[in-house]
């Protein structure tokens, strides 16, 4: 009897940790589509006017977007998201920007602010379940998390 009460432990510790497993996957499953959906979205420069560069934004996610903040960004190698605020500690100058509070599926055009003081942009943006993302100057894509992650990032980059 003592055999199979403890076969019987191990066997639920075993389908505990199973279970546990099956979710990490099924979430790193649901973050690995949401990445590949918000790949979608390209932003590149087109030309300067008036001392504004001028951005071409092109939505291929198959969704709406929201909170767009393109940042251009004077760097020499590969920008994450970890190291963004490095670029533009507080108290120091306000990076260039553009912003818009919704970018429906296709193309739209916009530009950043002040003078193009940046070598690389790289974006930040919800998707429509609220999930918010950045896009590296190389194409990477990283999850940030909820709105107050990207309101916290927002504040370390002096924009709020």
Aim: charged fraction near 25%; glycine fraction near 10%.
């Amino acid at each position: 009897m003592d055999k199979l009460a403890s076969d019987n432990s191990s066997l639920k510790k075993k389908n505990s940790r199973l279970a546990k497993e099956n979710q990490a996957l099924k979430q790193a499953n649901q973050d690995l589509s949401a990445a590949s959906a918000a790949a979608g979205l390209n932003v590149w420069e087109t030309e300067e006017k008036s001392g504004k560069l001028q951005l071409k934004i092109d939505n291929q996610t198959g969704q709406a977007v929201s909170d767009l903040l393109v940042l251009a960004v004077a760097a020499n190698g590969r920008i994450t998201l970890k190291s963004l605020p490095s670029y533009f500690p507080v108290g120091g100058a306000k990076p260039r920007y553009f912003y818009r509070k919704k970018v429906a599926i296709g193309g739209t055009e916009g530009s950043l602010t002040g003078a193009y003081a940046g070598s690389d942009m790289v974006c930040l943006f919800a998707d429509d379940s609220g999930v918010y993302w950045f896009m590296g100057n190389r194409g990477q894509i990283e999850k940030i998390g909820r709105q107050a992650h990207f309101k916290k990032l927002l504040r370390q980059i002096s924009l709020k």
